[in-house]
Structure formats: C-alpha cells, structure tokens
Antibody, heavy 124, light 110 residues
Framework: QVQVQESGPGLVKPSETLSLTCTVSGGSISNNYWTWIRQPPGMGLEWIGHIYYSGSTNYNPSLKSRVTISVDMSKNQFSLKLSSVTAADTAIYYC??????????????????WGQGTLVTVSS | QSVLTQPPSVSEAPRQRVTISCSGSSSNIGNNPVNWYQQLPGKAPKLLIYYDDLLPSGVSDRFSGSKSGTSASLAISGLRSEDEADYYCATWDDSLNGNVFGTGTKVTVL
C-alpha cells in the first residue's frame, strides 16, 4: 500500500524559497506521476504541479514562474521549491500520487493517496 | 480563482439526501472525467468518487456521482453526522493544461 509523507520547514521568511520533500513508501516512485497541492488556511485546494518519475513536469500557470518540482529516484522522493514567497503562500502543502487511469477516449488523473499535509507559514 | 464552481455550503437533517453541484465548461468537465474528494475536519482530502460515478473500494454506496454536459453532481443519501466535511470536485482543464479543483462545499448535518 503506497503511502506519501511531506517534510520540511514550517516557517519560511518572505522573499525566500520554500522547500518541501515528499517520501514515497510501500511502493516505487517509478511509473507514476506525483503531485503537489496546497490549501491556504480556511480556503480551498489549489493544484501546484506534477512530475512524472522520468522528470517531466507540468505546473499551474499561476505559479509556474516560481515553482520547481524534482524527483530523486534513488531516495524514492520528490520535492517542491517555491521561490520568492509572500504571506499569500502560507498554506497546508500536500503531496499525493497522481494516478493515471485510461478509458476509451483517453486518460485522466486521480489523486490517491494523499499525505497528511504540512503547514508552511511565511513570516519574518 | 477556481474554474469549477460549487455552492459554498449545503445542510440537511440526518437520513435525508443532499446534492452538491460542480459547474464548469467545455474545456474541463465537458471533456474530461470528474473526481470528488472528501475532506473531513482537520484531515487531508480523500478520493471519494472517480471517473464521474465510480466508487473506490471501501467508500459507502450512500455516495454517488453523475455528470451531464459541463456540470457534475455528488449526492449523499441517508445523511449521517460523519458525513460532515468539505467536498471538492476536480478534473483536468484542456485550456489551462492542468488539474483544477472546485471551490468546495461544506456539508452540515442539522
């Protein structure tokens, strides 16, 4: 049973870079997409971006200029970097497997499983 | 801001039925399957419905999904106190070339 777990600093200063890591256990990071999603306190979910195990990425256009997602297959981990953070980036950050399912017209993604989430606060 | 619109909240008495709508467009719901996620208070979201109307193993059949055109719906029948949660629809958007979530709906059991 695949599980994912976020880790990283809970406090980041404005203008600095937020860095988080997601560790995959119970299965290989290979042959899957992996994703980052965030949720500001009391607000809804926002997809940040995803990475395929081979390293190809896709980012939310609204965050693309500041986001980098990478994968480390040797450690079964993938990571998120968000640069030039402001208070608006304060949120619970979730990692999840972005599983590809196929149907006759194409493919679609489901987010399953999710990590428990980690709160990152941007403050001086 | 989200491209998928949901009502902010719905409420109903125990054992009753509620329906949550998710309105999109031809570039998202109109052309791609819809998934639903349940977020219990203080917890991470969990997959509830996938491919418009399929239930993952372990999910109660009191939950059901449907889709018509550019809108999708989630129904909860036989409402229970443990169903109090936030519910989000999600799909792929061909124009944005990315995943999108609905605005979220809080379900309250009266």
């Amino acid at each position: 049973q695949v599980q994912v777990q976020e880790s990283g600093p809970g406090l980041v200063k404005p203008s600095e870079t937020l860095s988080l890591t997601c560790t995959v256990s119970g299965g290989s990071i290979s042959n899957n997409y992996w994703t980052w999603i965030r949720q500001p306190p009391g607000m809804g979910l926002e997809w940040i971006g995803h990475i395929y195990y081979s390293g190809s990425t896709n980012y939310n256009p609204s965050l693309k200029s500041r986001v980098t997602i990478s994968v480390d297959m040797s450690k079964n981990q993938f990571s998120l970097k968000l640069s030039s953070v402001t208070a608006a980036d304060t949120a619970i950050y979730y990692c999840a497997r972005q599983k590809v399912n196929y149907y006759n017209s194409g493919s679609y993604y489901v987010f399953d499983p999710w990590g428990q989430g980690t709160l990152v606060t941007v403050s001086s | 801001q989200s491209v998928l619109t949901q009502p902010p909240s719905v409420s109903e008495a125990p054992r009753q039925r509620v329906t949550i709508s998710c309105s999109g467009s031809s570039s998202n719901i109109g052309n791609n399957p819809v998934n639903w996620y349940q977020q219990l208070p203080g917890k991470a979201p969990k997959l509830l419905i996938y491919y418009d109307d399929l239930l993952p193993s372990g999910v109660s059949d009191r939950f059901s999904g449907s889709k018509s055109g550019t809108s999708a719906s989630l129904a909860i029948s036989g409402l229970r106190s443990e169903d109090e949660a936030d519910y989000y629809c999600a799909t792929w958007d061909d124009s944005l070339n990315g995943n999108v979530f609905g605005t979220g709906t809080k379900v309250t059991v009266l």
